[in-house]
């Protein structure tokens, strides 16, 4: 049975002060509703998140070694993985055909709509894909984190390309597409944010903050790239030709996870510490949502149908959905 707990979100006075480097102070009376959904087996290993068909959220599971659907009808169904594979990253492509990266064998494996693996790919051995995104033109990237790679998997040729990042540290985590056909990734310990066009060149923009630990990459308006820092304790913009921003979140010890940009151009800031979500809007004020959870260490965040907002808690095995229109 899922476990729910419904929060009316309320604010104080002194979360006013600790938003004034973002350039906002106003406070949402009716900010919507958060449930907070627990899944059972837990090994503390909850990762990434997406939509797919029919209203429903895919998010993998990477020491339980599978898949948790969580239907429309608000039940969870359990897609087993092979054992030990450690699946991470995951996405539709416009098909609607979910590709799935199996961290620990080096592969990269597709679900069928009976939610089990009807194809597989064979990666170099040591290469670790973690992060995984389609292209506009169907083509599969994905980031090598052990292997220091980043890999771009045309299915219908049966192609691999491998683009080494060299021998330096890097660690690429996420990966997704951006402007003029090309993708975005983030280096964990580079602190660069990397270009690569769909012939595999290479441009890395390091970071003005050193050691910022950049965690996700992604698009938003005005063709801008958006990034995280886990950190930096801020997030910020990449321009196509490499100009930086950032802004600082005022969140006292904050480390950022991931972050999703909305249909109304609000971006959503999730932390993994301390237990928190932030909804920055255009004009730069700053809604809160406390957790109910203690210590979640939260992963990756997500839109979801009917204007949800879905992300996942890494340490707590739970995941949960903020209505932001909807009250308690």
């Known amino acids: ?158 192609k691999l390309d491998i683009f080494p990042l060299g021998d330096r540290p890097a660690k690429p985590i996420y990966i997704a597409p951006g402007p003029n056909g090309n993708m975005w990734f983030t280096e964990l310990e580079g602190s660069n944010i990397g270009r690569i066009t769909d012939v595999g060149e290479i441009t890395l923009f390091a970071l003005p903050t050193e050691n910022a630990r950049p965690i996700v990459v992604f698009p938003g308006p005005g063709g801008l790239m958006w990034f995280t820092e886990e950190r930096g304790n801020a997030y910020g913009t990449i321009s196509a030709t490499g100009e930086i921003v950032e802004y600082p979140t005022g969140v006292k010890g904050g480390k950022l996870a991931g972050a999703v940009i909305d249909a109304d151009e609000n971006i959503w800031l999730q932390y993994n510490t301390p237990d928190i979500i932030q909804r920055i809007a255009p004009d730069k004020t700053v809604t809160t949502y406390n957790l109910p959870t203690k210590n979640a260490v939260q992963h990756r965040i997500a839109l979801g149908f009917g204007g949800k907002i879905w992300a996942t808690q890494n340490a707590t095995d739970k995941v949960v959905y903020i209505s932001p229109n909807e009250p308690l």
């Open 1 to 158: 049975m899922i476990k729910a707990h419904l929060l009316q979100i309320l604010f104080s006075a002194a979360a006013i002060s600790s938003f004034v480097a973002l350039g906002g102070d106003a406070l949402a009376e009716n900010a919507g509703r958060l449930v907070e959904l627990d899944i059972p087996g837990k090994m503390g290993s909850t990762h990434e998140i997406s939509a797919g068909p029919r209203g429903n959220m895919w998010i993998t599971q990477q020491k339980q070694a599978r898949l948790v659907k969580v239907q429309a009808n608000g039940k969870l169904k359990f897609v087993p993985l092979p054992e030990n594979s450690g699946p991470h990253g995951l996405a539709f492509d416009s098909r609607g055909r979910l590709w799935v990266t199996l961290e620990y064998i080096d592969e990269i494996v597709q679900i069928g709509i009976d939610d089990e693996i009807i194809s597989r790919f064979k990666l170099p051995s040591g290469a670790g894909p973690h992060g995984l995104s389609i292209a506009s033109d169907g083509i599969i990237w994905w980031t090598g984190k052990t292997g220091n790679v980043i890999g771009r998997l045309d299915v219908d040729k049966d």
